[in-house]
């Protein structure tokens, strides 16, 4: 097995990245033949309801995880909640899911938000390279 600490989550949810801010993570590589990853996030509160409904209905759906240096790309990873559990006024969220996808794909995803954001034409460009280079910081 090998962990890693998680710096950034992002819940995708109808084809768009919804930032949820992270007060600690950790993912965890199984190295079983299936694939499996174990993704645990501790968040606010505030963000139970939204997590609670995908884990009540089973829901299978896509999250992407930041690991150890803002620099490197988020990894695509498709995921049920296995438990919810209250900390005081934080949840602990614990994932299982798969590693959707080992290219590097930033650039395609980053476009594709900004896309459904509703930038085009110059818009579309400049915000594309400051949030290439905000990644790379």
Do not use: C
């Amino acid at each position: 097995m090998k962990s890693f600490k998680i710096i950034a989550l992002q819940l995708i949810d109808q084809q768009q990245a919804i930032e949820i801010p992270l007060t600690d993570g950790l993912v965890i590589n199984m190295e079983s033949e299936d694939g499996d990853w174990i993704i645990e996030a501790y968040i606010d509160k505030k963000f139970k309801k939204r997590f609670q409904a995908k884990w009540e209905n089973k829901d299978i759906f896509e999250i992407r995880v930041v690991i150890t240096h803002p620099g490197n790309d988020p990894a695509p990873f498709t995921v049920k909640i296995i438990t919810i559990r209250e900390i005081g006024s934080h949840i602990s969220v614990l994932f299982q899911g798969t590693l959707r996808k080992r290219r590097n794909e930033y650039p395609e995803l980053l476009l594709n938000d900004l896309l459904k954001e509703g930038y085009s034409g110059d818009l579309l460009m400049t915000e594309f390279k400051k949030r290439m280079r905000a990644k790379q910081k």
